[in-house]
C-alpha cells in the first residue's frame, strides 16, 4: 500500500522568496512521483513527474522537485515566487503495478504576501 | 495542456435522484478515472476505465456507481440513487497511456440535498 504525507498544511511566504512544500511518501517498490496544483475553484494542474534518471526534475513555471529514495521524498522548490503561485499543491504517487491509481496528500495550501 | 471537459460544472439533486456526470477526455486517451473531493479534503479515487472495463475500483465506489464510455463519446460516472454523503466535487481525468501523467478536468461540483 502507498501512503503520502504532506506534513504542512498551509505555507506563507512573500512574493519573491523561495519556498519549499514537502511531500513523504512510502512503498517498497517502484514508484511514480507527480506535483499537482489546484487554484481556488478549478481543476489539477500538473507541474511535474518523476519515475526515473535525474532526481532533480523541472516542472512549468519555474517548480522543480528533487526525488530522494533514503528520505523517501520528493519534495517542490521554486527560487522565487509570485502571488499567482498562491494555490493549493498537492502530491502524489501511483504504484508502478497499478493501472495509474493516483493516490493524493493532503494538500499544502501556499500563500503569497505582496 | 491537453484539456479535459466536464458537464455540467454544477448539479444539485433531491436524495434518491439519479445523476450522470459527463467528462469529455483528452481526444487520443485510453485510460480513463474518476476522483472524487469533498470541500477542503484530499483528492480520493474512485475508479480506472480502459477497453471499455473497470480496471480498478475504491472502497468509495459504491454499488450505486457505474461508469460507461459508450462508443468513444462521453465517460460518463452515473450514480443512482444517490445518497448525502455523494455530495461532493467529482474529477475527471485521463491519460494516453497506463501511468502517463493524468490530465484533469475543471470538476462537476454535485449537492444531493
Known amino acids: 500500500t502507498q501512503t503520502v504525507s504532506q506534513s504542512d498544511a498551509h505555507v506563507t511566504v512573500f512574493e519573491g522568496d523561495s519556498v519549499e512544500l514537502r511531500c513523504n511518501y512510502s512503498?517498497?517498490?517502484?514508484?511514480?512521483l507527480s506535483w499537482y496544483i489546484q487554484h481556488h475553484g478549478h481543476g489539477l494542474q500538473f507541474l511535474l513527474k518523476?519515475?526515473?534518471?535525474?532526481?532533480v526534475v523541472q516542472g512549468v513555471n519555474g517548480f522543480e522537485a528533487e526525488f530522494s529514495k533514503s528520505d523517501s521524498s520528493f519534495h517542490l522548490r521554486k527560487a522565487s515566487v509570485h502571488w499567482s503561485d498562491s494555490a493549493v499543491y498537492f502530491c502524489?504517487?501511483?504504484?508502478?503495478?497499478?493501472?495509474?491509481?493516483?493516490?493524493f496528500g493532503q494538500g499544502t495550501k501556499l500563500s503569497i504576501k505582496p | 495542456g491537453p484539456k479535459v471537459l466536464q458537464i455540467p460544472s454544477h448539479q444539485i439533486i433531491d436524495m434518491g435522484q439519479m445523476v450522470t456526470l459527463n467528462c469529455d477526455p483528452v481526444s487520443n486517451h485510453l485510460y480513463f478515472y474518476w476522483y472524487k473531493q469533498i470541500l477542503g479534503q484530499q483528492m480520493e479515487f474512485l475508479v480506472n476505465?480502459?477497453?471499455?472495463?473497470?480496471?480498478?475500483k475504491s472502497k468509495l465506489f459504491k454499488d450505486q456507481f457505474s461508469v460507461e464510455r459508450p462508443d468513444g463519446s462521453y465517460f460518463t460516472l452515473k450514480i443512482q440513487p444517490t445518497a448525502l454523503e455523494d455530495s461532493a466535487v467529482y474529477f475527471c481525468?485521463?491519460?494516453?497511456?497506463?501511468?502517463?501523467?493524468?490530465?484533469f478536468g475543471p470538476g462537476t461540483r454535485l449537492l444531493v440535498l
Open positions: 502524489a504517487v501511483s504504484a508502478g503495478y497499478n493501472q495509474g491509481k493516483l493516490i
Open positions: 476505465f480502459y477497453n471499455g472495463k473497470v480496471m480498478e
Open positions: 481525468a485521463s491519460s494516453l497511456q497506463n501511468q502517463d501523467t493524468q490530465y
Open positions: 512503498y517498497g517498490g517502484s514508484i511514480y
Open positions: 518523476y519515475y526515473s534518471g535525474n532526481p
